[in-house]
């Protein structure tokens, strides 16, 4: 049996529990940003208050066809969940107007927060949101568990909010 050097087997060591930690880095959930949410009607709300809760964040726009299309599910999640721990953030994109929108949140009586991004600082902040809709979902903890591009598959989507409530809807 060949022996190998001290040296190049603390080497080997470091360089396998480099790629162990490598791995489980690349296994982690990515935390939801710091960032504070704004109400149409001046309500304050931040990703830390929203610990202890699943949350959506959805990035919307009152001209985009898959969001109005996905709005009315988005509602009925909201109801479905809500007393179990879930919130919903709509996070109306830079280019929509705001007269638009609260136009949209009133005519559509939506049940959850409603913000305005008028900077585009709330989509730069979750990983730089261009596309509408996008939305994320965010565990107890504040870890992004997903994000989805596009109109949502709401079967999917209930079957994951149901796991990390840990429980049937209300």
Same mark, same amino acid.
């Given at each position: 049996?060949?022996? %190998?050097?001290?040296?190049?087997?603390?080497?080997?060591?470091? !360089?396998?529990?480099?790629?162990?930690? %490598?791995?489980?880095?690349?296994?982690?959930?990515?935390?939801?940003?710091?960032?504070?949410?704004?109400?149409? $009607?001046?309500?304050?709300?931040?990703?830390?208050?929203?610990?202890?809760?699943?949350?959506? /964040? #959805?990035?919307?726009? =009152?001209?985009?066809?898959?969001?109005?299309?996905?709005?009315?599910?988005?509602?009925?999640?909201?109801?479905?969940?809500?007393?179990?721990?879930?919130?919903?953030?709509?996070?109306?994109? +830079?280019?929509?107007? +705001?007269?638009?929108?609260?136009?949209?949140?009133?005519? #559509?009586?939506?049940?959850? &927060?409603?913000?305005?991004?008028?900077?585009?600082?709330?989509?730069?902040? &979750? $990983? #730089?949101?261009?596309?509408?809709?996008? =939305?994320?979902? !965010?565990?107890?903890?504040?870890? !992004?568990?997903?994000?989805? /591009?596009?109109?949502?598959?709401?079967?999917?989507?209930?079957?994951?909010?149901?796991?990390?409530?840990?429980?049937?809807?209300?």
């Amino acid at each position: 049996m060949k022996k %190998f050097p001290a040296k190049t087997l603390l080497a080997a060591a470091a !360089i396998i529990a480099l790629a162990g930690g %490598f791995v489980v880095s690349l296994s982690a959930k990515p935390m939801a940003p710091a960032v504070q949410f704004t109400s149409l $009607n001046g309500e304050k709300l931040t990703m830390a208050d929203l610990r202890g809760k699943v949350v959506l /964040v #959805n990035f919307w726009a =009152t001209d985009c066809p898959g969001c109005v299309a996905e709005m009315p599910d988005l509602i009925k999640t909201q109801q479905k969940y809500q007393a179990a721990g879930l919130t919903t953030v709509a996070v109306a994109m +830079p280019h929509d107007r +705001p007269d638009y929108v609260v136009s949209y949140t009133q005519k #559509n009586a939506l049940p959850f &927060f409603v913000t305005l991004d008028p900077t585009g600082q709330l989509g730069k902040a &979750f $990983n #730089n949101v261009q596309l509408t809709p996008t =939305t994320f979902v !965010i565990d107890k903890q504040g870890r !992004i568990l997903q994000r989805t /591009v596009g109109v949502l598959d709401f079967a999917k989507l209930d079957a994951l909010i149901e796991k990390e409530l840990g429980h049937q809807p209300s």
